[in-house]
């Protein structure tokens, strides 16, 4: 059997079982077999054990659900508070109209059965009784004085001794008429009849002298040991009165002679009145001595109504609340398998309604999600193979600096063992090489830090060789309190650019020195031959070309000594040392060199009106605007403009200087070049000024590059940190 | 919590309620047994006894009523040996009285052993109760049931009015006596 068909059938029979008690209590009482019921002991107690397992079983199934219902509740099963709720309002709900019911209908029964016995009734009852005993005492009276008469007669003549016993039969037939009695009889000594006078075979009743005797055995006992007695018999039509006193002897030894009886019978009418009079006041004092087991049966019904009904409450609301808990304690399983990654689990409960679409639909959204997280994975690993792929090195940071993705390019550009486990691991954990130390050192001066997406050139000497790496650090933000997401670092191999750079540099340096020292080279050899030729031909103004072509050389040999200590300044740059400074007071001390010392030049200074600090080396950073102030006035030639502003970029957390001019500009061709070492568009330029520059803010942490003026022009524009501020590129 | 467990204990304690509630209200028992008596003669013993207070209220009432009034006198033999006498013989005496509202007179019988030995009518009241009440020379046991017996208990229950405990239990109230017997051939 199943075990949800067990309670069902437990339930169902017990309830069965109380219908059919309620069923037959109702027949009994329609049918009037109460009465004979509650004075039956052994079927009362049948019907009372039956009532009683009912109502043991009954309050076991409710009191088993409840225990079971606390218990669940105190464990805090999912659903066992609805159940309890639904369970609890279903018994109130219940509870009080069957209490309310059961009293009133027990006292309703309680006053109708206790107001059978009104004062008024027992009055009617008791007196019919007694009229019935007036009338039948009458009669035994009646009846018993004439048997004494008879008797004290019969003592007087001696009748029951010869010879005058032998006219007993006349003398008892005189009396019979004498008295007007419907009988008479006499009995011996020892009791047998001797003489009866009278019809006592009347309607069914067929009397003779025997049965007579028979029936008024204990009368005539009593009249042989001398006492007198009337009584009254049931015939089976008829009553029959009689008196029986008895006979006295004068002179024997014994004092009775026998026995007298005479009577008289109550035909049918009278006896069957009498007889049902008796019968009506038989019933009402039995209804009274048994109200209280009426009561009780009454009392019983209606308890196993009640109980029935708060059972069926319990019971439906146990069931009702089971049809919706159980579907939500499948669902609840179901968002825990599926919280903890099991996309295969589907909920199945039997439900038709709207849970059974609630179960549908949740059945179907694990479906998409299993069929989405499919798709995710595909794209996740299509991403990692990109990634992989990339001849970019990709590191992404959780936002605890925690290393979260290490693709293959980065694994090789820093160096790292390829199977070594780097996910996972802090930042300093992951590189501990000392190598790899600057990377450590930016990631933690620039991830996680708000608005930053940060580049730097850096150059590390990780496994085995030296590698220039462009390292780009994105910091990402998101959600809904704009929360750090971590970071992604690209790192770009520059090393063989910059290898082909310096190499084009030093091609293009070399091709610029051979260039700049033949020049000289050229007027030195043609003085240093002219003075040879003159001085052979002995000519006259030998002194002239002499000091001519000594003042030559002297000059170019100068100029060749001005370049050589240009290259020595160049490669003697000291190292910045930034400090927090106002950048105004730079600007200022570069531009106070050109006041009044550049007629035709004009000098305007467009300073930022907040106050800023920059990290900045004064020096440095002086001698790179004097460097840009030249350059403009040597482009400008015979007088111009020359404006120097700085701008706070607080957005960006950086301070821009900008240097611009009126003059003719830089042809775009050029411009890609401007910064490389012995590039020049002067004829006398060593091509190292924009060089120094460009190395001084690039040692600021800053950046400069170069645009147009407008209208006309060249803008340089450097931007380099802030004191105290996040900065971005 | 295990099934089967929770099963017992609920079962547990509705009993224990219900056997508790009921046990409370037992009543206590009005009728004694007077003057029992018990001569051991001819091999046999004759029980005497009378039950006093038996004629309680409800059953005057029922009495009056013309129901059947039965009184139930069980007399047990057992012997006085050990902590659980062995029951040697036992009778059972019913006496019924059946009041008649129209000829006024009392319809008694008894029967022993549910054989009926007496049955006659009385118009008097109290030959009525003696006759219910009264057991006169009651033989029980026999010479081959009592034999090599000296020590032993004679139990008289008298069961005289039935009733209902917490409207389910059917109930009966009692009087009960004993008298121990040593018995000498």
């Known amino acids: ?729 | 919590m295990n099934h089967r467990a929770l099963h017992l204990q609920v079962c547990f304690l509705v009993l224990f309620v219900a056997g508790g509630v009921a046990r409370a209200q037992e009543p206590r028992l009005p009728a004694n047994i007077r003057g029992l008596s018990v001569n051991y003669k001819n091999g046999s013993l004759l029980v005497s006894f009378r039950v006093e207070g038996a004629f309680s209220p409800p059953v005057l009432e029922k009495l009056a009523s013309a129901s059947a009034v039965k009184f139930v006198h069980k007399i047990r033999v057992v012997r006085r040996r050990g902590l659980f006498g062995r029951t040697l013989d036992q009778k059972t005496v019913e006496t019924t009285a059946r009041y008649d509202n129209l000829t006024r007179q009392y319809a008694l019988d008894r029967a022993v052993d549910g054989t009926s030995v007496e049955s006659r009518t009385t118009d008097s009241d109290a030959e009525m109760r003696r006759f219910m009440t009264e057991v006169h020379d009651l033989p029980v046991g026999d010479r081959e049931t009592l034999s090599g017996e000296e020590h032993i208990l004679v139990k008289v229950r008298s069961e005289y009015e039935d009733t209902w405990l917490l409207f389910l239990f059917p109930w009966t109230y009692h009087a009960e006596g004993e008298k121990a017997v040593d018995i000498k051939p």
Not at chain 1, 473 to 500: C, K
């Open chain 1, 1 to 729: 059997m199943k075990k949800t068909l067990r309670p069902i059938l437990l339930v169902g029979t017990l309830l069965l079982a109380g219908v059919v008690a309620a069923f037959v209590v109702a027949r009994w009482v329609n049918g009037g077999e109460l009465r004979q019921l509650v004075s039956d002991r052994v079927g009362m107690t049948f019907l009372m054990i039956v009532i009683g397992l009912l109502l043991l079983a009954l309050v076991y199934v409710l009191l088993r659900n409840l225990v079971k219902l606390l218990v669940e509740r105190r464990r805090e099963v999912l659903g066992s508070r609805f159940r309890t709720k639904l369970v609890v309002s279903f018994l109130i709900l219940c509870f009080i109209p069957s209490v309310a019911l059961f009293y009133a209908a027990t006292t309703i029964i309680a006053k109708a059965i206790e107001g059978l016995f009104t004062p008024t009734v027992e009055d009617l009852t008791g007196l019919s009784q007694e009229v019935v005993y007036a009338y039948n005492g009458r009669r035994q009276a009646d009846a018993l004085h004439f048997a004494g008469e008879i008797a004290r007669e019969m003592t007087g003549r001696r009748l029951l001794e010869p010879p005058e016993n032998a006219a007993l039969d006349s003398f008892a037939h005189s009396w019979l008429s004498a008295y007007r009695l419907d009988y008479m009889a006499i009995f011996d000594r020892e009791g047998a009849p001797v003489v009866l006078a009278g019809n006592l075979s009347r309607g069914k009743d067929r009397l003779g002298r025997s049965e007579l005797a028979t029936l008024l055995k204990p009368a005539i006992e009593a009249a042989l040991r001398g006492k007198e007695s009337s009584r009254i018999d049931r015939l089976q039509s008829g009553h029959l009165v009689s008196g029986v006193a008895p006979i006295h002897t004068q002179f024997g030894a014994e004092p009775v002679a026998g026995a007298a009886a005479g009577g008289y019978y109550l035909g049918e009418e009278i006896a069957a009145k009498t007889a049902r009079i008796a019968q009506i006041v038989q019933q009402y004092k039995q209804e009274k001595a048994y109200r209280r087991e009426t009561k009780r049966v009454y009392i019983a019904f209606f308890l196993l109504l009640t109980v029935l009904m708060l059972f069926s409450a319990i019971w439906l609301g146990l069931y009702l609340a089971r049809q919706i808990t159980v579907p939500i304690q499948k669902l609840a399983e179901g968002t825990r398998e599926i919280a903890a990654g099991n996309l295969d689990f589907r909920v199945e409960a039997e439900a038709g309604d709207e849970i059974g679409v609630l179960i549908h639909s949740f059945n179907e959204m694990t479906a998409d999600l299993q069929r989405k997280e499919h798709q995710l994975e595909e794209r996740r690993r299509y991403i990692e193979t990109l990634l992989e792929n990339v001849p970019a090195g990709v590191i992404s940071l959780d936002p605890d600096g925690r290393i979260t993705t290490l693709n293959r390019a980065a694994y090789r550009l820093l160096g790292l063992e390829a199977g070594r486990e780097i996910r996972g691991k802090p930042l300093a954990e992951a590189f501990s090489d000392a190598a790899l130390g600057p990377l450590v050192e930016m990631l933690r001066d620039t991830a996680g830090a708000e608005g930053i997406r940060a580049t730097r050139e850096l150059t590390l000497a990780a496994g085995g060789r030296t590698v220039n790496l462009a390292c780009i650090v994105s910091n990402f933000r998101g959600g809904q309190n704009g929360r750090s997401l971590g970071a992604l670092v690209v790192l770009e191999d520059l090393t063989l650019l910059i290898r082909a750079q310096k190499s084009a540099a030093w091609r293009e340096a070399a091709r610029r020195i051979a260039h700049e020292i033949k020049n000289p080279l050229t007027p030195i050899r043609l003085s240093a031959e002219r003075v040879l030729k003159r001085f052979r031909e002995s000519s006259p103004d030998f002194t002239k070309v002499l000091e001519e072509g000594t003042a030559t050389i002297i000059a170019e040999v100068g100029s060749l000594k001005a370049m050589v200590d240009e290259f020595s300044r160049f490669a003697r740059i000291p190292p910045v040392s930034p400090a927090p400074n106002d950048p105004k007071t730079v600007v200022e001390s570069a531009l106070s060199l050109y006041d009044g010392t550049r007629p035709g030049f004009q000098f305007v200074r467009d300073f930022d009106a907040s106050p800023v600090s920059a990290l900045i080396d004064p020096e440095q950073m002086k001698r790179a605007l004097i460097n840009l102030i030249d350059n403009a006035i040597e482009v400008m030639g015979q007088g111009g403009t020359i404006t120097i502003s700085t701008r706070h970029l607080a957005e960006r957390g950086v301070l821009r200087i900008d240097v611009s001019d009126d003059g003719p500009g830089i042809p775009p061709e050029d411009r890609g070049r401007l910064f490389l070492p012995y590039f020049s568009t002067k004829r006398r330029g060593t091509g190292l000024g924009l060089s120094i520059v460009d190395r001084i803010v690039s040692d600021h942490a800053g950046t400069i590059r170069a645009e147009d003026n407008d209208p006309h022009g060249t803008r340089f524009i450097i931007e380099i940190p802030c004191a105290g501020e996040p900065h971005a590129r």
